[in-house]
């Protein structure tokens, strides 16, 4: 049926309208999101939760020794990269284009957060000596941890080592590359203190 194609296609870039689907709806997305969800199970080493939306789209690796656990309510969007280790807290949402590897140290997001389109979270870095090449450099990795209730702007990106604290907000093409504090709102290259949530 073209139009339940066209709903699933959009679900796949909207993933927060699956949360609110009229039951007639709500009954075919769910026996469609099952088989979504068995299938990346079966291959990949991750633990899903309960009402989880993931976009047939979005391209999740997750080997051994490298999990990804999803928590309940969380939705992640097509054309997402996900490599872990990486924990998504509970109504987590990840929208388009999103890039995350948790490199060995892994990336650690609390519930409630969001993550807007073109976001780039990488937990690992290479070093910078002058010699050998930066192919043959060691890879080092120290992990990132995002809070609760965070909300991460369009094109953003954060860098290995990070903390982001509970109910930060960082702007659109912000690149993060020290600590947020709590409540803090950040903007720029690198980001910078421009506000606070009252």
Same mark, same amino acid.
């Given at each position: 049926?073209?139009?339940?194609?066209?709903?699933?296609?959009? &679900?796949?870039?909207?993933?927060?309208?699956?949360?609110? &689907?009229?039951?007639?709806?709500?009954?075919?997305?769910?026996?469609?999101?099952?088989?979504?969800?068995?299938? &990346?199970?079966?291959?990949?080493?991750?633990?899903?939760?309960?009402?989880?939306?993931?976009?047939?789209?979005?391209?999740?690796?997750?080997?051994?020794?490298?999990?990804?656990?999803?928590?309940?309510?969380?939705?992640?969007? @097509?054309?997402?990269?996900?490599?872990?280790?990486?924990?998504?807290?509970?109504?987590?949402?990840?929208?388009?284009?999103?890039?995350?590897?948790?490199?060995?140290?892994?990336?650690?997001?609390?519930?409630?957060?969001?993550?807007?389109?073109?976001?780039?979270?990488?937990?690992?870095?290479?070093?910078?000596?002058?010699?050998?090449?930066?192919?043959?450099?060691?890879?080092?990795?120290?992990?990132?941890?995002?809070?609760?209730?965070?909300?991460?702007?369009?094109?953003?990106?954060?860098?290995?080592?990070?903390?982001?604290?509970?109910?930060?907000?960082?702007?659109?093409?912000?690149?993060?590359?020290? @600590?947020?504090?709590?409540?803090?709102?950040?903007?720029?290259?690198?980001?910078?203190?421009?506000?606070?949530?009252?």
């Amino acid at each position: 049926m073209p139009y339940r194609e066209q709903h699933k296609l959009r &679900l796949a870039y909207m993933p927060w309208l699956y949360h609110t &689907l009229r039951p007639k709806h709500a009954e075919w997305a769910r026996e469609w999101q099952a088989e979504i969800q068995t299938a &990346l199970a079966e291959l990949e080493t991750v633990e899903i939760g309960e009402d989880v939306f993931i976009a047939p789209q979005a391209r999740i690796f997750a080997e051994p020794n490298r999990t990804i656990r999803i928590g309940n309510g969380v939705c992640i969007a @097509a054309d997402c990269v996900l490599h872990g280790p990486l924990l998504l807290g509970d109504h987590v949402s990840v929208n388009h284009h999103v890039t995350m590897d948790g490199g060995r140290a892994g990336i650690h997001i609390g519930a409630h957060t969001r993550i807007a389109a073109y976001t780039t979270i990488y937990a690992f870095n290479h070093g910078l000596a002058p010699e050998p090449l930066i192919r043959e450099q060691k890879v080092t990795s120290s992990g990132i941890h995002i809070g609760e209730d965070v909300w991460i702007g369009a094109q953003a990106g954060v860098v290995d080592g990070v903390t982001i604290g509970d109910g930060a907000v960082i702007g659109m093409n912000a690149q993060v590359t020290r @600590a947020v504090a709590p409540g803090d709102i950040v903007a720029g290259n690198p980001a910078v203190v421009v506000g606070k949530r009252e």
